[in-house]
């Protein structure tokens, strides 16, 4: 899941207008940093099973970054700093803290909606769970794409972007679902978990950079 979670981040932005959108797309693509991040640094670990290239589905072990209680507290963190970042909006900083950590925490939603039975409660040790959707995948892909429509349709009208703004973040946002469909169908294997896991890092920060430059409210550029 990747493109349906900067979805889920352009509904939670139409909440709160105050606040650049790319703040919540971080947001939702925060375990996913944190993911590769520890993957790199040899903390988790991903590798392909022998069905990869008919499933594109890695197997992960990331209690750190998806686990259900990491998820909670990466949540809690979001929020947390978020709080002192947005003092400006006086009583509404309690809620863009709080939208903050629900951006989070979709992002493990919406994993376990899709991922194998893999995903931790806690350690890796611990149950996991996992509804498997990425076993069906069009049905996945499908469900990545109306997230992704919902998220451009509430957010994008009445955005107070400028035009060309909005025009280029609809084009990127759907060129980001366009790479999801690829990667999870017709893309061969990586060469290596590590060029993966470096690449994937890379990707998110552009990606998220590139958005929260579009996204630029009138005050910010004033800055
Ligand atoms: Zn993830």
């Given at each position: 899941m990747f493109a349906g979670h900067v979805g889920v981040a352009l509904v939670i932005g139409r909440v709160e207008r105050r606040v650049n959108v790319g703040l919540f797309v971080t947001a939702a693509l925060l375990l996913d940093?944190?993911?590769?991040l520890f993957i790199l640094l040899g903390w988790e670990s991903v590798?392909?099973?022998?069905d990869f290239s008919t499933t594109h589905?890695?197997?992960?072990?990331?209690?750190?970054?998806?686990?259900?209680?990491?998820a909670a507290g990466w949540s809690l963190?979001?929020?947390?700093?978020?709080?002192?970042?947005?003092?400006?909006?006086k009583e509404a900083r309690w809620r863009t803290a709080a939208l903050v950590a629900a951006a989070v925490?979709?992002?493990?939603?919406?994993d376990a909606l899709v991922h194998r039975p893999e995903m931790p409660l806690t350690t890796s040790t611990s149950p996991t769970v996992g509804l498997a959707?990425?076993?069906?995948?069009?049905?996945?892909?499908?469900?990545?794409?109306?997230?992704?429509?919902?998220?451009?349709?509430?957010?994008?009208?009445?955005?107070?972007?400028?035009?060309?703004?909005?025009?280029?973040?609809?084009?990127?946002?759907?060129?980001?679902?366009?790479?999801?469909?690829?990667?999870?169908?017709?893309?061969?294997?990586?060469p290596s978990t590590s060029a993966m896991a470096g690449s994937s890092c890379v990707t998110l920060v552009v990606l998220c950079g590139l958005i929260a430059w579009l996204g630029q409210l009138p005050h910010e550029e004033r800055i």
């Amino acid at each position: 899941m990747f493109a349906g979670h900067v979805g889920v981040a352009l509904v939670i932005g139409r909440v709160e207008r105050r606040v650049n959108v790319g703040l919540f797309v971080t947001a939702a693509l925060l375990l996913d940093f944190v993911l590769w991040l520890f993957i790199l640094l040899g903390w988790e670990s991903v590798n392909m099973p022998d069905d990869f290239s008919t499933t594109h589905q890695p197997h992960f072990v990331f209690p750190y970054s998806h686990g259900l209680l990491a998820a909670a507290g990466w949540s809690l963190l979001a929020g947390a700093l978020a709080l002192p970042l947005y003092s400006y909006l006086k009583e509404a900083r309690w809620r863009t803290a709080a939208l903050v950590a629900a951006a989070v925490f979709s992002h493990w939603l919406l994993d376990a909606l899709v991922h194998r039975p893999e995903m931790p409660l806690t350690t890796s040790t611990s149950p996991t769970v996992g509804l498997a959707l990425w076993n069906n995948m069009p049905v996945a892909l499908a469900v990545e794409a109306v997230l992704v429509a919902l998220g451009l349709c509430l957010f994008l009208p009445h955005s107070g972007l400028a035009r060309q703004k909005s025009i280029a973040l609809g084009v990127l946002i759907l060129i980001v679902l366009m790479f999801t469909v690829i990667g999870m169908t017709v893309a061969p294997p990586p060469p290596s978990t590590s060029a993966m896991a470096g690449s994937s890092c890379v990707t998110l920060v552009v990606l998220c950079g590139l958005i929260a430059w579009l996204g630029q409210l009138p005050h910010e550029e004033r800055i």
